[in-house]
């Protein structure tokens, strides 16, 4: 079997790799002998004794106000010592700040900061030491420092550096317990956040610590000896290049994490191992960037790996006799880092779980990531291909994409490809596997809504591996989106909300002048002489109590004047095989006019308005604005107690849309606007029924209009410049159709003194006989067809209430409101109407 792996006296190992990583690992190794060497250092440190400046009565020491020389010998026991918030204790390099013996408690609560070559807090034995507030060191320096066993660190305040081979909390000895939930911040070169020198030692981390700097280099954040226990449920992070967030460097040691440590830096490391006998249990993140390691090794043995969380990076483990179990994922997700085929190196035995997911990339010229286990691969799990960015032929085989010095046992549960336009399926050998693509037909996938197949059915057309140029780079990435969502996002759907808005605005515009038509039917008489006749007044019975306000003989106003303002939201819900989204949308606007009575039986009017609107469609990340014009005429004719109505209206929009599409190469945001132009009308035809003090009208009504929407080419930006995404749309014809079956229930009070109120409710059932929306368009960079794609439907069916009323001035004012709702299973919509009518 042709291969590019070697063998080394450490066990079987990449050789390429180990090339490309020898500088990585001479840092590292340089890196921890200088971190035992600055302990050395520090150990044998004597410092001049401090001045005691601060103030001691018996065993209690307080330190306040401002001191230069801080507190302590190096051997004083069994003291508490404070400083108290709001107090600082700043001494020279060689001094340290606190500096006792065995068995004290000393807490900081103030701000405490020492120089190169000195501690900020210092014991040997059974001391609790707790920082609240800030410390600050120099060069050579520890923040917290325990030279014996058995004692107590606490930090929850913040401990920092910014010079070279500063610690920020150092123990040696055995048995000590370090605790961070605060922050502990070490940016110079060959820092170390916290460092268990000792054996035996417990560290947990909730907290923060971060090592290295764009200039400060091989620095380690955790840096554990032997026998230690280390809890992470915080974040470790190793900046610099060349440092490592965990540093597991002798025997016995037992780490656990269930938060995050990563290492930004070039070339760096997050969790390295140079001894033997180690348990590492990962349930968080572990992850290297910039061509790093998730988990490096120079050469060891018996190391007891599970990952049940996520390891994030290239892999290098020397030696055989590990063992890594994963119950997680292990990927690779830095894109500067070479796809290469032993990326995942392990010295040992893989174990893949039901539970675990082994994700490794691949590209379109047959690159690929690889797993390589030196002892043996057992395998079970998700086996997942990550399609990188190309153009692909129909199948591509990778050979060796798992690899093993012995036998490669087990099958994969799962194959599968991280791209939603290939299938996957692998091939199993003794000691290998390998794992064959097949790109579907971008209108092919399974479980694909009509809209998807539509725009996928377009792209297909246009597809080949011998593109260049734009549609090359469109296509490569397209290959590469993880859902057949991204054709969603590619079709201009969501811009089909300016129909439903358009027919929406209007209908708004059209109620004011019915309500005005209405306000005529049922009558304005506020109990003077003069005052408009009851319009059913001839289809009730002599005893009706309103007849009898028909004496003495009215005149009827000839004239009337109104405005009217209005708002309204409505929402659908999209349609799951059609593939459309939810839409919403927000009106507003007015209306002024004025009719004339003809004859006792006959008026009409003239109409004229404007309204604003906005309209969203989130799923699509689609958003737009229609400002309207309206004009229209309306006429109703009384017969007896029947009525008769009619009215016409053409409006005006100017349209304005905005999508942002992703999913395809870089987010881009794509604008359009146009005009068009909607005429409508709506007749309708009722009785009223007298039951004394309440009316009832039964009424049928038809409502039509035509909107003419104009074509138009969007103009598409990316951060870096132009995009390629926008779409050219087709002038489109679109029609609404409802009718309306109801009834009208209208009441009236005498209130006296010339005032009158008037409520009323009207129920209808709607059906839309055209509730299709949709929107035709090709995309500009392609030289491929158009498609046409469905948006959010009009509701079908609904259920319309409005409930509202009339308040009579006086013989020649009157105020009006109405509050209109719409419900249906995919549908809900709001809206409410104010008026102000003056007759004469």
């Not at 079997?1 to 180990?18: E, S, V």
């Not at 025997?251 to 995050?260: D, K, L, Q, Y």
Request: proline letters at 2%.
């Amino acid at each position: 079997m042709k291969t590019t792996i070697g063998r080394t006296r450490h066990g079987l190992r990449p050789q390429a790799t180990f090339d490309a990583r020898q500088s990585l690992s001479r840092s590292w190794a340089g890196l921890t002998i200088a971190a035992s060497l600055s302990v050395v250092a520090f150990a044998s440190l004597a410092p001049a004794p401090a001045m005691a400046a601060c103030l001691q009565a018996g065993n209690v020491v307080t330190c306040s106000g401002a001191s230069g020389t801080g507190f302590g010998t190096g051997v004083e026991t069994n003291l508490a010592v404070t400083v108290q918030s709001g107090a600082s204790i700043t001494v020279p390099s060689n001094v340290n700040a606190i500096n006792l013996g065995s068995g004290n408690t000393a807490t900081n609560n103030g701000a405490i900061s020492v120089g190169d070559n000195a501690f900020g807090m210092a014991g040997t034995d059974n001391n609790v030491f707790t920082n609240t507030g800030t410390i600050a060191i120099g060069s050579n320096a520890a923040g917290m420092f325990m030279q014996g066993s058995n004692s107590t660190v606490s930090n929850t305040g913040s401990i920092s550096g910014a010079t070279n081979t500063g610690v920020g909390i150092d123990v040696l000895g055995a048995g000590n317990v370090v605790t961070n939930s605060g922050s502990i911040t070490m940016t110079g070169t060959g820092s170390t956040g916290i460092a268990g020198n000792g054996i035996g030692n417990t560290i947990q981390n909730s907290g923060t610590i971060t090592v290295g700097s764009a200039t400060g280099t091989n620095g380690q954040a955790v840096f554990l000896m032997t026998g230690n226990s280390f809890a992470n449920s915080g974040t470790v992070t190793a900046v610099g290049i060349n440092s490592v967030g965990l540093s597991v460097w002798d025997t016995g040691n037992t780490v656990t994490n269930s938060g995050t440590i990563i290492a930004t830096g070039i070339n760096g490391i997050a969790v390295g191992l140079a001894g033997s006998g180690n348990t590492i249990v990962n349930s968080g993140l572990i992850k290297a960037t910039a061509n790093g390691s998730s988990l490096f090794s120079f050469g060891t043995t018996g190391n007891v790996i599970t990952n049940n969380g996520t390891l994030d990076g290239a892999m290098t483990v020397i030696g055989t006799g590990n063992s890594l179990t994963n119950n997680g994922l292990i990927i690779i997700t830095d894109p500067a880092t070479p796809l290469f085929p032993a990326n995942i190196g392990f010295g040992g035995t893989f174990i893949q779980n039901g539970q675990g997911v082994l994700a490794l990339r691949v590209d379109s010229a047959g690159n690929r990531d690889g797993l390589y286990a030196v002892d043996a691969a057992q395998l079970g799990g998700t086996f997942r291909a990550v399609v990188q960015a190309g153009l692909y032929q129909s199948t591509t085989t990778y050979t060796n994409v798992v690899l093993s010095g012995g036998a490669v046992t087990g099958q994969f549960s799962n194959v599968t490809s991280s791209s939603a336009f290939f299938t996957a399926a692998a091939t199993y050998n003794a000691n290998s596997v390998d794992v064959t693509l097949a790109r579907q037909g971008f209108g092919a996938v399974a479980g694909e809504t009509a809209n998807q197949r539509a725009v996928g059915n377009a792209l297909e057309a246009g597809y080949s591996p011998a593109l260049t140029g734009t549609a090359a780079a469109f296509y490569s990435q397209l290959l590469a989106a993880g859902s057949v969502g991204v054709l969603d996002k590619l079709s201009g759907e969501g811009t089909s909300g300016t129909q439903n808005t358009a027919f929406a605005a209007a209908a708004m515009f059209g109620q004011t002048m019915d309500g005005q038509m209405n306000a005529w039917r049922t009558g304005s008489r506020g109990g003077a002489a003069g005052s408009g006749a009851l319009g059913y007044a001839e289809a009730r019975p002599v005893t009706s109590a309103f007849n009898a306000l028909k004496a003495p003989p009215l005149v009827q106003p000839q004239w009337h004047a109104w405005a009217s303002g209005f708002g309204a939201g409505q929402s659908l819900t999209g349609d799951a095989a059609t593939g459309s989204a939810g839409f919403s949308d927000r009106i507003g606007g007015g209306a002024v006019g004025v009719d004339r009575l003809v004859n006792p039986d006959l008026l009409v009017g003239i109409a004229a308005g404007g309204s604003s609107a906005t309209f969203n469609v989130d799923d699509r990340a689609t958003s737009g604005r229609l400002d309207g014009a309206h004009v229209g005429a309306y006429a109703m004719q009384r017969l007896g107690a029947t009525y008769v109505s009619a009215q016409l209206a053409y409006s005006h929009f100017n349209n304005s849309t905005t999508r942002t599409i992703a999913g395809v190469g870089p987010d881009e945001i794509a604008k359009g606007s146009f005009g068009s132009d909607q005429f409508g009308g709506r007749v309708e035809i009722g009785h009223t029924y007298d039951f004394n003090t309440v009316a009832v009208t039964p009424f049928a009504a038809m409502q039509a209009a035509r909107l003419w929407q104009a074509g138009y080419t969007e103009t598409s930006v990316t951060g870096a410049g132009p995009g390629v995404l926008g779409l050219s749309y087709t002038a489109r014809n679109v029609s609404s159709l409802p009718l309306f079956l109801g009834s009208k229930f209208d009441a009236r009070y005498d209130l006296g003194g010339g005032l009158m109120w008037m409520p009323f409710a009207n129920v209808a059932w709607v059906h839309e006989f055209s509730p299709t929306r949709s929107v035709t368009a090709a995309l500009i960079s392609l030289p491929v067809a158009g498609f046409n794609v469905e948006g959010a439907r009009a509701a079908s069916d609904a259920g319309r209430v409005e409930l509202g009323s009339r308040l009579v001035l006086n013989a020649w004012s009157e105020l009006s409101a109405r509050f209109t709702g719409e419900f249906s299973n995919v549908s809900q919509s709001y809206a409410g109407t104010g008026s102000l009518r003056i007759s004469w």
